[in-house]
């Protein structure tokens, strides 16, 4: 069964620094999502990304937060400038038409220190 | 805006018990409805969903029926197994958002953990 592939699964980082979050979804699929979950807290949905553009974001998507699809196949959440309240398991997903098909990754979990 | 509501968690019952697992929303229009489960370590999973009033969702033993009237989607199922220890979330998209491109985001309840014992 096709799966959405999110790496790495942990990753450290030092507050201040730059950190990208690689997804590769499912490859026949037109619509991407990132999604986070802060620990203890409820999934909040970031950014969706269609046809090359976002589509919606969240408050939560300010200037630090950006998405790109550079390759056709990749699809990466980068923050700039991490705080610690960043930390958090970052999903992506994806779904091809139609609002049932969504697939998540298992997530990375980032932690700010 | 949407929101979703669960019961607060976590549950734990023995195996064999009979689980209920409470979501109310707020969306204006007819959202779909959905649960999700996620096991330790793993994704997101779709577990079932319905998509208007009075549609009961199945899978796995496990039942949601589409309330409109008390805009509920609780999740229930009859015995439970070691194996269905996981977090289950509740979610809605709004469907009145169809023809745009921002179709199809979902909000999410806040998750319940579900401990099933021997």
């Known amino acids: 069964e096709p799966e959405v592939t999110q790496t790495p699964s942990h990753q450290v980082t030092q507050m201040g620094q730059e950190v990208i979050l690689r997804c590769v979804p499912i490859?026949?699929?037109?619509?991407f999502y990132w999604y986070r979950q802060i620990l203890g807290q409820k999934v909040e949905f970031l950014v969706s990304f269609y046809n090359n553009e976002i589509s919606e974001k969240s408050e939560i998507f300010d200037d630090q937060f950006s998405v790109e699809r550079p390759d056709g196949s990749n699809f990466t959440l980068k923050i700039r400038s991490t705080k610690l309240e960043d930390s958090a398991m970052y999903f992506c997903?994806?779904?091809?038409?139609?609002?049932?098909?969504?697939?998540f990754g298992s997530g990375t979990r980032l932690t700010v220190v | 805006g949407n929101s979703v509501t669960q019961m607060e968690g976590p549950v734990t019952l023995s195996e064999e018990a009979f689980l209920t697992i409470n979501c109310t929303y707020t969306?204006?229009?007819?959202?779909?409805l959905f649960w999700y489960v996620q096991y330790p370590g793993e994704g997101l999973q779709l577990l079932l969903k319905a998509t208007k009033a009075d549609d009961k969702g199945s899978n796995k033993g496990f039942e949601a029926t589409y309330r409109k009237e008390t805009t509920s989607f609780h999740l229930e199922k009859g015995s439970v197994q070691v194996s269905d220890s996981a977090v289950y979330f509740c979610?809605?998209?709004?469907?009145?958002?169809?023809?745009?491109?921002?179709?199809?985001?979902?909000?999410f309840g806040q998750g319940t953990i579900l401990t099933v014992h021997p």
């Open positions: 979610a809605l998209i709004k469907s009145q958002d169809a023809g745009g491109t921002s179709y199809g985001k979902l909000t």
């Open positions: 490859s026949n699929h037109l619509y």
């Open positions: 997903a994806s779904r091809g038409q139609g609002p049932y098909g969504y697939t």
């Open positions: 969306a204006t229009g007819y959202p779909s």
